[in-house]
Structure formats: C-alpha cells, structure tokens
C-alpha cells in the first residue's frame, strides 16, 4: 500500500524532492551514493545501508556503496556467509523483483534465530532486521539495495516501505543512466585514445555533422587554422573554392553512416597558404555503438600532411576495426587487386586459412564482398603497402 501524500514520510515536499535530486546527482558522481544511503537510512530510521550492482562490462565502474556500516564487516560475509544468507534466498521466492523485500516476512524470527547466519554474522554486527529492494535493470543484472537495523528497535513496516517505493523508479533510472554514461566516457576515452595512434589528424562527426571527438594532431590543425576550420562545431574549408565540396562528401558519409544512404567515403585536396602543399581530406562512414546519440559516430574525417608520407591503409583499418596483422596484409593485399589465392600465396598460408581470414575482415569492417572492402578501403588515407 501507497500513501496518499507519500512526501509526509519524507518529512516533507522539499525534503523527498532533495533526495531525488541527490540521487540524480549521483548518476555522474558515484561518491554522492554514500550520501543517499545515509538520507535514505536516516528516513527509515535504518543503519548499516548497502547498494550493491554489478554491471557485465568489467571497464564499466560498479556501484557498491555503503553508509552506517563498517566495510569490514562485508569481509566474512563475502568470504564465508554470503551462502548462508537464508534472508536473500527466502526473499527472492517470497517478493517479486522491484517490490519491497521484508526479512522478518520471509523468515520468521524463531527460525531466523537458529540459523548460523543470524547467531554468527548478523548479530554480532549489530543486525537482525532487514528490508530492501532487488532492482531490475532490464537485460542487465539486478541492484539490491538493504537496510538493517538492531531486534530492539522492530522489524521495518509499511511506513518504511513507502520510502523504497517512493524512491525505487529514480533509483533504477539512476542506475541505468549510470551504466549509459560509463559506457559512452569509455567509448570517447577510448576513441580518443586511439585516434591518437594514426599519426595524422582524425576527426569523429555524429549524425548532426558536430565533431565529438578529435585526436592532438587534429586539435592543433584547426587552432592553426591551416586548410580546415572549426565553425559551430563543424569542421570547413578556409578556402571558399572546396567548402561546397566539403560539405557534400561529409554530408553523404554521414547519411551512410546512419544506414539512410550509400557512400563509401571519398578524398580531395585541401589547398592551403605560403605556398604549402595541400591537405589531403578522406572521408569513411562510421557508425559506433555508443549509447548516447549525440556522440555516436558516423563519419571519421582523415587529414593528412603529404611531407609526412603515406601510411598503409591496413594500419588505418587494424586501429578503426581491431584486425590483427594477418588481416591486415590480407586487407591490404586485396586493396591491391590480389585475389584471395594469390594473397595466400604471397602470405605463405593455405588457401582455406586465407578465406578464413577475409570472412572475418569482412565481417569486423562491415562490408559483404571484396569489392565494397577495397572501396572502404580507397577512401582510407595511405597506400597499399602490406604491414610488416
């Protein structure tokens, strides 16, 4: 049962839409959890409070938190009584996921009071009565959130419950905005990281045209204002003569690389001033899997320096699509007009290995036959000199 005016055990409007607001906070600063524990215990006259999730990608930060306990004491339990917990067994048979879980419900006090659990851990921590919720997270695993307190203060009633219920559809949406934004800082972290290692500068363009991520060499290339310039966000030429033609080859990778058009990318020259050589400019749809759409790749831009020299194209593919270095010489080695026995034969594998090989370059780089891997590949800065 719900409250009618649910806020009056919060203590008030203000006092429950402060918490919520603190629990949003948390979203981008985990170290907040601690803090809504606490307010949360501190509602339900609780004490040791523990918010535990685990999400599946091991980069992505866990949400452990505790408030009014001693970590200490989730030693042993880790360790030895985490399989005795007659509480959390009983209660996932006894509540539903998302409804408010009551220890004292699923496990009567005389029982409870034989157990090993109860005589070993939970009293001599101070604990006996507990309540809490289990989280459904969609396709991920659930959260849990607990609340204990000591046998002479009473089991948690439905006044407390009121609280969980309350807080429980902010707490979830919480904790999935939580994992969304984890993901997408790795993604760009990562992203960035990476780009760093072609040598020259390269540009990620969402499906609005905005650049969301750029490596060192490509930051410095727009301050310098050198053939390429930064406007609202967008990347143009200095030179009014490409700007047209710009746009257009960055207009048409975009739409392919949100699957509303086809393009496998193109090249020009960006003149530039004092006599210099022009920018060489290519453009590749792209199309990552981050979770926010506003960072969420579909075109990479490349600008390279001619003085520099020419990287293999394969070197561009194996840093896009992680391909190991057999499949980049076969990469390369198709670009060049290779068939697929002749590849083999040059690499020095059998033919069967070799076809192996190309189904998987084919399938990391998202394209279904030679012929679309070598335009993928033509639109990728460098030439067709097989990685050693």
């Given amino acids: 049962m719900v409250y009618a005016n649910p806020e009056e055990v919060f203590g008030g409007v203000d006092k429950l839409l402060e918490l919520i607001d603190l629990i949003y906070s948390a979203v981008d600063d985990p170290s907040l959890w601690p803090v809504?524990?606490?307010r949360v215990a501190e509602t339900v006259n609780g004490r040791e409070t523990l918010l535990f999730t685990s999400f599946p990608d091991p980069a992505t930060p866990n949400v452990s938190s505790l408030a009014r306990m001693d970590p200490?004491?989730?030693?042993p339990y880790s360790e030895y009584y985490a399989p005795l917990n007659v509480l959390s067994k009983r209660c996932d048979q006894m509540f539903p996921d998302g409804a408010v879980r009551y220890g004292h419900q699923a496990v009567p006090d005389a029982e409870f009071e034989r157990t090993e659990f109860c005589n070993d851990y939970f009293n001599p921590n101070g604990m006996h009565y507990s309540f809490g919720l289990k989280i459904p997270l969609g396709e991920l695993p659930p959260?849990?959130?607990?609340?204990?307190r000591r046998k002479r203060e009473g089991f948690f009633g439905e006044k407390e419950g009121v609280v969980l219920e309350t807080l429980l559809p902010h707490i979830q949406r919480a904790l999935k905005l939580h994992l969304q934004f984890s993901q997408m800082r790795l993604n760009v972290e990562g992203s960035n990281s990476g780009l760093d290692?072609?040598?020259?500068?390269?540009?990620?363009?969402?499906?609005?045209?905005?650049v969301v991520m750029s490596n060192r060499l490509a930051t410095q290339l727009v301050e310098n204002g050198s053939g390429l310039n930064l406007v609202n966000g967008r990347l143009d030429a200095t030179s009014?003569?490409?700007?047209?033609?710009?746009?257009?080859l960055?207009?048409?990778?975009?739409?392919?690389?949100?699957?509303?058009?086809i393009s496998s990318g193109g090249s020009l020259l960006l003149p530039r001033s004092r006599n210099?050589?022009?920018l060489v400019v290519s453009v590749i749809p792209f199309l990552s899997h981050t979770l926010d759409s506003y960072a969420q790749l579909s075109a990479l831009v490349f600008v390279v320096e001619p003085d520099n020299g020419p990287r293999s194209r394969a070197t561009v593919l194996k840093a896009l699509y992680r391909l190991t270095p057999v499949e980049c010489k076969i990469a390369d080695r198709i670009a060049a007009g290779e068939d697929v026995k002749a590849v083999a034969a040059h690499i020095g594998i059998t033919l069967e290995t070799a076809r192996f090989h190309l189904k998987r370059v084919l399938a990391k780089t998202g394209t279904h036959r030679q012929a679309q891997l070598v335009g993928l590949m033509l639109s990728l800065p460098g030439d067709s000199t097989s990685t050693p």
Avoid at 143 to 148: E, N
């Fill in 36 to 38: 809504v524990l606490d």
């Fill in 197 to 210: 290692a072609f040598g020259h500068a390269v540009f990620g363009l969402n499906r609005l045209g905005q």
């Fill in 276 to 278: 210099r050589a022009p």
């Fill in 143 to 148: 959260a849990y959130f607990t609340c204990m």
């Fill in 72 to 75: 200490v004491a989730l030693i």
């Fill in 240 to 248: 009014p003569k490409v700007s047209a033609e710009l746009q257009a």
């Fill in 250 to 261: 960055l207009a048409q990778a975009i739409l392919a690389g949100n699957h509303s058009g």
